[in-house]
């Protein structure tokens, strides 16, 4: 008897996935699969995180934690925004979750109601419609393009507000374009989601991993929004499933209280790793690799382009470019099948993002090395000319 609950059967599986397994077939029979599809880094977690994890088995922190995380992990992320940002973020709005996952579904379920929307970028995560689905509320997709950063402005948050939009959510650096919301853009969005009493959430995940530049914390422009931010991308840590939420002070309890419920507490020896995360040798790690990063990035944007790809706007942040692929196809999820049973490379078609223009566009991650990244150029090239 299959009387699944509605919700779950409107939510969709990654597109990918299939993909992703035929991949994994190529590789295990020995084709020399390029992987451009992961959204994870390929680099491991860095040693002293890895080593503080190690000790914390071996000092017993096996046990549940307090919800919101162990107080000294919540100090250490509100110094990291004094450090990073000169934010004074008191730890007491720090919350602690398993992954941006756990802490988009706090922050959805504290602010949307049944019959709610959040409006959202087209092309953006495709999970965050699903969280809003599951709490009976929705995600408002919002088509977004090159003239507009591919990112929600004033002008589109004004144009497609309704009597039930909750909220904006932002993600800057965006998946899966890598653009960046910049500080007045920032402000000037702040103030139009205050102008219709709405929330503001911004996915901060991929700070950190923006080129040239630092990225503007929404907390520096807005103290009412939510910020979700994770240990996944520019830590290094996507198993360890560990990432927080900043949230105003008057929203702590409700969130902790629903933290409490729905997860007891984040996972503890995640929490203990965690506490290296910002330690001086750890982050001299982690910027050089944001250097390796920058050094793909601009590899494979001037390939791409070459090779008659559109890429309009140089992704600033994040690992992946988002190309037109129109020039050479209708349909990307079919191009992507060849590419990898044909050509052995894995990317991801547009579908798996929104539904603007999606069959136009590829996503190639550039979570692998140069030396690979120059293979998938070669055979994209074979392909193509
Ligand atoms: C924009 C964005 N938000 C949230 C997540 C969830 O990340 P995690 O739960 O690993 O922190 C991802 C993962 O790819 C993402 O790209």
Same mark, same amino acid.
């Given at each position: 008897?299959?009387?699944?609950?509605?919700?779950? /059967?409107?939510?969709?599986?990654?597109?990918?996935?299939?993909?992703?397994?035929?991949?994994? #077939?190529?590789?295990? !029979?020995?084709?020399?699969?390029?992987?451009?599809?992961?959204?994870?880094?390929?680099?491991?977690?860095?040693?002293?995180?890895?080593?503080?994890?190690?000790?914390?088995?071996?000092?017993?922190?096996?046990?549940?934690?307090?919800?919101?995380?162990?107080?000294? +992990?919540?100090?250490?992320?509100?110094?990291?925004?004094?450090?990073?940002?000169?934010?004074?973020?008191?730890?007491? @709005?720090?919350?602690? $979750?398993?992954? /941006?996952?756990?802490?988009?579904?706090?922050?959805?379920?504290?602010?949307?109601?049944?019959?709610?929307?959040?409006?959202?970028?087209?092309?953006?995560?495709?999970?965050?419609?699903?969280?809003?689905?599951?709490? #009976?509320?929705?995600?408002? +997709?919002?088509?977004?393009?090159?003239?507009?950063?591919?990112?929600?402005?004033?002008?589109?948050?004004?144009?497609?507000?309704?009597?039930?939009?909750?909220?904006?959510?932002?993600?800057?650096?965006?998946?899966?374009?890598?653009?960046?919301?910049?500080?007045?853009?920032?402000?000037?969005?702040?103030?139009?989601?205050? &102008?219709?009493?709405?929330? +503001?959430?911004?996915?901060?995940?991929?700070?950190?991993?923006?080129?040239?530049?630092?990225?503007? &914390?929404?907390?520096?422009?807005?103290?009412?929004?939510?910020?979700?931010?994770?240990? &996944?991308?520019?830590?290094?840590?996507?198993?360890?499933?560990?990432?927080?939420?900043?949230?105003?002070?008057?929203? /702590?309890? %409700?969130? #902790?209280?629903?933290?409490?419920?729905?997860?007891?507490?984040?996972?503890?020896?995640? !929490?203990?790793?965690?506490?290296?995360?910002?330690?001086?040798? $750890?982050?001299?790690?982690?910027? !050089? @690799?944001?250097?390796?990063?920058?050094?793909?990035?601009?590899?494979?944007?001037?390939?791409?382009?070459?090779?008659?790809?559109?890429?309009? +706007?140089?992704?600033?942040?994040?690992?992946?470019?988002?190309?037109? /692929?129109? @020039?050479? $196809?209708?349909?990307?999820?079919?191009?992507?099948?060849?590419?990898? %049973?044909?050509?052995?490379?894995?990317? $991801?078609?547009?579908?798996?993002?929104?539904?603007? !223009?999606?069959?136009?566009?590829? @996503?190639?991650?550039?979570?692998?090395?140069?030396?690979?990244?120059?293979?998938?150029?070669?055979?994209?090239?074979?392909?193509?000319?």
């Amino acid at each position: 008897m299959n009387n699944w609950s509605h919700r779950v /059967a409107d939510i969709e599986s990654f597109k990918v996935m299939d993909l992703l397994k035929r991949a994994k #077939e190529l590789d295990a !029979q020995g084709h020399d699969v390029v992987h451009m599809c992961a959204g994870e880094p390929d680099f491991a977690t860095p040693a002293p995180i890895a080593a503080a994890g190690i000790a914390a088995i071996q000092e017993g922190h096996t046990q549940y934690t307090p919800a919101a995380g162990i107080p000294p +992990l919540r100090e250490a992320i509100a110094s990291f925004y004094q450090q990073r940002y000169g934010l004074d973020i008191p730890a007491e @709005r720090v919350i602690v $979750t398993a992954g /941006a996952s756990g802490a988009l579904l706090l922050v959805f379920a504290t602010l949307a109601n049944p019959g709610q929307t959040f409006m959202m970028a087209d092309p953006g995560y495709p999970c965050n419609p699903r969280f809003l689905r599951l709490l #009976e509320a929705r995600g408002q +997709l919002v088509p977004v393009t090159a003239a507009d950063n591919y990112q929600l402005t004033p002008d589109l948050i004004e144009q497609h507000w309704q009597a039930n939009t909750a909220g904006v959510l932002l993600a800057s650096p965006s998946n899966p374009t890598g653009s960046v919301v910049h500080r007045e853009q920032l402000e000037l969005i702040a103030q139009t989601v205050k &102008s219709h009493a709405g929330r +503001l959430v911004v996915d901060e995940l991929y700070h950190g991993l923006t080129y040239g530049f630092d990225a503007t &914390s929404v907390l520096s422009v807005d103290q009412d929004a939510f910020v979700l931010n994770s240990f &996944s991308k520019y830590f290094g840590m996507t198993g360890w499933r560990l990432g927080w939420t900043v949230v105003p002070e008057a929203a /702590a309890p %409700e969130v #902790e209280r629903l933290a409490q419920n729905l997860f007891i507490s984040p996972p503890t020896i995640a !929490q203990y790793a965690a506490l290296a995360a910002f330690q001086p040798d $750890t982050l001299e790690i982690l910027e !050089q @690799r944001r250097e390796a990063f920058k050094e793909r990035r601009d590899i494979l944007v001037k390939g791409l382009r070459s090779l008659g790809f559109g890429i309009p +706007l140089t992704p600033e942040g994040a690992f992946y470019v988002y190309a037109d /692929a129109s @020039r050479f $196809t209708d349909n990307t999820f079919d191009f992507c099948w060849t590419l990898l %049973e044909q050509d052995k490379v894995a990317v $991801t078609p547009g579908i798996d993002f929104g539904d603007y !223009q999606a069959n136009r566009y590829i @996503r190639f991650s550039y979570t692998t090395s140069v030396a690979q990244i120059e293979t998938a150029l070669a055979r994209l090239r074979a392909r193509l000319s």
